[in-house]
């Protein structure tokens, strides 16, 4: 029977969180500076991770210790979080030097896999037999031809479609409750994005794009494409903070022409002609 996963992970520089350890044996409460969402380390963490990173630190407060063992059942079911976003969180919390993971038991168990794997696997146990034709065909055989690889991107382009790509992605996965298709494609489009507007503004107008009601957008089920098509528009909105939906471009319309219809009753201004 496979066992559950557990992750063993310290939290670093709990005392931060946790001043008043001496004289409060239990607590239901911990520190959490309000400027964490201003911090411009946590920038390229989506809203998900950073909902896991205060899930952690719930965990040691409840435990007053900075060492705290989650179990994956617990995460998906309590904290609502997928493994997948669970993942990319530790990954980024760590390399954030927030956290260390001191022992995951998935990684134990792959690592015991491949050891026995490659035990079983030894040149004395393979035995390769060819027949004479076979012998023939190979010695025949002509050279493989080798593909040319592609240009690699440079490391501000990676960093800069991946920073776009995992807000798309985490935002649209909370919204419509499923991933989006990751291909060539939809990354070529985020790279054409980051040209388009300030590049470092990119994945923020990505996650405003998918909260984003207008019917056109929702009907469509917010498609990188059309945030591509509407990318100058959506900056505009998201600098301002004021989304247009459809009926508010209704009602501006329906005011212009009102005020087509009745501005040639206005009283002319001063200087101007009267033609009656």
Known sequence: MKS??????????????NPRKKELKSTSWFRLSNAIFDNP????LSNVEICFWIYL???????????????VQHVRKVGRFRSKCMNNAISKLVELQCIEVLHDTQTT???????????????????????????????????????????AKTPQEQTITSKIWVAYRDAFEIRH?????????????????????PSDT????????????????????????????????????????????????AVIERRQSNFNAFSKFLIPEAGEKNEN
Do not use: C
């Not at 630190?57 to 179990?71: D, G, M, P, Y």
């Open 177 to 197: 409750g499923y991933a989006p298709p990751s291909n060539s494609k939809n990354f070529g489009m985020l790279k054409h994005l980051a040209a388009r507007i």
């Open 41 to 44: 380390e946590f920038y390229h």
């Open 109 to 151: 168990h792959e690592s015991h896999t491949t050891q026995h794997n490659e035990h079983n696997i030894t040149e004395h146990n393979i035995t390769l037999r060819l027949s004479p034709a076979e012998k023939s065909r190979d010695e025949v055989s002509p050279p493989t031809k080798v593909k040319k690889p592609r240009a």
């Open 202 to 249: 990119a994945p923020f107008v990505a996650e405003f794009y998918i909260r984003h009601n207008h019917r056109f957008y929702v009907d469509s089920k917010h498609p990188i494409g059309i945030l591509l098509r509407d990318a100058e528009k959506l900056y505009v909105e998201w600098k301002t903070n004021a989304p247009t939906t459809s009926n508010d471009a």
């Open 4 to 17: 559950a996963r557990s992750i063993k992970i310290k939290i670093n520089n709990w005392e931060k969180f």
């Open 57 to 71: 630190l719930s965990l040691a407060s409840k435990k007053q210790t900075e060492n705290v063992e989650i179990f």
